[in-house]
T-cell receptor
Framework: DGGITQSPKYLFRKEGQNVTLSCEQNLNHDAMYWYRQDPGQGLRLIYYSQIVNDFQKGDIAEGYSVSREKKESFPLTVTSAQKNPTAFYLC???????????FGDGTRLSIL | SQQGEEDPQALSIQEGENATMNCSYKTSINNLQWYRQNSGRGLVHLILIRSNEREKHSGRLRVTLDTSKKSSSLLITASRAADTASYFC??????????FGTGTSLTVIP
């Protein structure tokens, strides 16, 4: 079955630590996205990538970094510069302009 | 920035009743999409309506779009307990960047 796999499902970060969230897709989609969702809120765009080796900042990129070395993979690193990282992180992809997005099941990040 | 705003924020109905939620957006669009999110899960695409369409149906879902008012509505008919979820509208004005609303939390009471 084609889809998006996010791991881990739950992640805990210590103060001053960087953590990396994994996102893998087998849909052969060029575009991939990372969103942050806070309780009772909508989705806010962190980063997106339209093609391998290229990515753009979204509305809330500060304190985050990404890479896109392979079409299938778009990992997100939450750095120690992100002072309020507790949230639900969603990865998505879509297969072309004006097409719907496909989502993974998210990673919930908490602070220890 | 979030482009869409859903109304109401929360809705509670009895099983079998219809549920209507509304979405307003700010700029011109190519299409508008509705998604569902079950608690603790990712979003699932429900329906896409293009800017030149006024109404679209998919099973028990009916979506309308009024581009002059920059608004859309999602109607779920004959609701079921399994419809309990949050519903989001999303717009994609540039073709490569999506903006989601704040969502409507729907509770269907058996």
């Amino acid at each position: 079955d084609g889809g998006i796999t996010q791991s881990p499902k739950y992640l805990f970060r210590k103060e001053g630590q960087n953590v990396t969230l994994s996102c893998e897709q087998n849909l052969n989609h060029d575009a991939m996205y990372w969103y942050r969702q806070d309780p009772g809120q909508g989705l806010r765009l962190i980063y997106y990538s339209q093609i391998v080796n290229d990515f753009q900042k979204g509305d809330i990129a500060e304190g985050y970094s990404v890479s896109r070395e392979k079409k299938e993979s778009f990992p997100l690193t939450v750095t120690s510069a992100q002072k309020n990282p507790t949230a639900f992180y969603l990865c998505a992809s879509n297969g072309g302009v004006w097409q719907p997005q496909h989502f993974g099941d998210g990673t919930r990040l908490s602070i220890l | 920035s979030q482009q869409g705003e859903e109304d109401p924020q929360a809705l509670s109905i009895q099983e079998g009743e219809n549920a209507t939620m509304n979405c307003s957006y700010k700029t011109s669009i190519n299409n508008l999409q509705w998604y569902r999110q079950n608690s603790g899960r990712g979003l699932v695409h429900l329906i896409l309506i293009r800017s030149n369409e006024r109404e679209k149906h998919s099973g028990r879902l009916r979506v309308t779009l009024d581009t002059s008012k920059k608004s859309s509505s999602l109607l779920i008919t004959a609701s079921r307990a399994a419809d309990t979820a949050s519903y989001f509208c999303a717009t994609d004005p540039t073709g490569n960047q999506f903006y989601f609303g704040t969502g409507t939390s729907l509770t269907v009471i058996p």
